[in-house]
């Protein structure tokens, strides 16, 4: 692999990273139960994302 494409991995899992911390902020901060669960949805969903980048370093 590259270095460009080793700055682009690492550049995703940031990414990825942040998105989860946004989505559980969301979850722990929505009054909304309908709302509260979908952000879980989603932190879970990056999650699985981030776990997978990391299973292909």
Known sequence: M???ELLYVE???GHAQF?????NTAATQLS???LKEKAGEVECKVKEIF?????LV
């Open 2 to 4: 590259s270095e460009k």
């Open 11 to 13: 550049d995703s899992l």
């Open 19 to 23: 998105l989860q911390t946004l989505a």
């Open 32 to 34: 909304d139960n309908t």
């Open 51 to 55: 776990e997978g980048f990391m299973r």
